[in-house]
């Protein structure tokens, strides 16, 4: 008994010492020394931590009924005591107690944990789709739908190789972070479809109660749907290779308007980094670029139609002042906005391409076309002024 103690005593204090030496929790950073589940911030997570408690309180009562009887009856009939065994064999109101109570438990587990699995894999009414690909080692985020929609971009790991070779202090986000999280809506159903690219990997968020297997050649689906702003942490929870460990994944739940404005800026980002400002455009390539340009930026106030406002945002249609005039004017109008108005200086949220596609776009839209003095601006007449 003694020895036991001793034995048990170093156990613990051996664990206890390897978990406090690797796991520790960083103020603000993920809770890593936690025994329970997370209570996670989607239905399905709040599902499974029930039922993880229903279940083990369930296990508990029966380990602590089976095993008294059996301790019971140990001690009460062991043979210094009770020599002479009872004769009976046969009971039938125990033996139809014992098949027919634990037959319930049985169902009564199974119900809501079958109940949960149904409703895991139920995808159905999604209000948005996020492709994700599991790649030898990072996570490629594809935005299939909603104002997103198009948005593409890799997420890897962005410790530093100094704090992972230990040279320099780690911080509270440890082999949790990445350079570009998935970034979604809040109280919104995401669908997530994924696959992969070279082995199997397996994207899991514990907060929202997902763990699914991506595997190359397969398009497997599951869903969440974040109740609570905030950035939540998962890691890649198949065994995928050598970097298994280096390939977390972040998710940020944002408002549905941060979402919008951070869709409409990755868009943007996406297409303005291709765009070539020393290159001549051919006209069509600018008034398609240009219309784009004018129905995300301009049109709130000078309308689609171009028609304006009257009395509060000028018509662009017809206007001899600045779009029916040379291009001098209109550049600097919409690089320098006109002080004082709500025309607002446009150079350092547009580039010089988006600024020649959308004037020139405006000077041939709408009734304008062949009306006024050059029709087609190029960029490099807006770096000129710039
Ligand atoms: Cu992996």
């Known amino acids: 008994m003694k020895k036991l103690r001793g034995m048990l005593g170093t156990g613990a204090l051996l664990f206890a010492s390897v978990a406090s030496a690797q796991l520790q929790d960083m103020p603000g950073g993920p809770k890593v020394n936690q025994l329970d589940l997370p209570v996670g911030v989607t239905p399905i997570a709040h599902d499974i931590m029930w039922l993880n408690w229903m279940i083990l309180i369930v296990c508990t009562v029966i380990f602590i009924g089976v095993f008294g009887v059996m301790m019971y009856s140990v001690v009460m009939h062991r043979k210094s005591r009770h020599p002479v065994p009872s004769k009976r064999d046969e009971h039938m109101a125990i033996e139809l107690a014992w098949t027919i109570i634990p037959f319930l438990i049985i169902i009564g587990m199974a119900v809501p944990a079958t109940r949960t699995v149904i409703a895991m894999k139920d995808t159905s009414g999604a209000d948005m789709t996020v492709k994700v690909t599991g790649y030898q080692w ?8 909603g ?9 890897t790991l962005s410790t530093t190789q100094a704090q992972i070779m230990g040279k320099a202090p780690k911080d509270k ?4 972070e990445v350079d570009k999280p998935l970034v979604v809506p809040v109280n919104k159903k995401i669908r997530v479809v994924l696959t992969a690219d070279d082995v199997i990997h397996s994207w899991a968020v514990p907060d929202f109660g997902v763990k699914q297997d991506a595997i190359p050649g397969f398009l497997r689906d599951t869903w969440f749907k974040a109740e609570k702003i905030g950035t939540y942490r998962g890691q890649c929870s198949e065994l995928c290779g050598k970097n298994h460990a280096f390939m977390p994944i972040v998710v940020k739940v944002v408002s549905q308007a941060d979402f919008d404005k951070w869709a409409a800026s990755e868009k943007k980002a996406s297409t303005s980094a291709a765009d070539d400002p020393k290159k001549t455009y051919s006209k069509a390539e600018l008034m398609a670029r ?7 930026t301009c049109v709130a106030c000078h309308q689609a139609n171009g028609k304006g406002i009257p009395g509060t945002f000028p018509a662009l249609d017809g206007d001899t002042k600045f779009v029916l005039a040379p291009k001098k004017g209109q550049i600097l109008t919409v690089l320098n906005g006109h002080p004082g108005t709500a025309m607002a200086a446009w150079r350092d949220q547009l580039n010089d391409v988006e600024i020649a ?7 041939n839209a709408w009734g304008n076309e062949g009306k006024g003095p050059d029709p087609v601006v190029q960029p490099s007449d807006v770096t000129a002024l710039r």
């Open 138 to 145: 990072r996570w490629g985020y594809d935005y299939l739908d």
């Open 147 to 155: 104002s997103a929609s198009g948005v593409h971009f890799l997420s």
């Open 173 to 176: 986000f440890y082999l949790m």
């Open 290 to 296: 240009g219309e784009k340009v004018f129905s995300s």
């Open 357 to 363: 596609s959308v004037i020139t776009y405006t000077r």
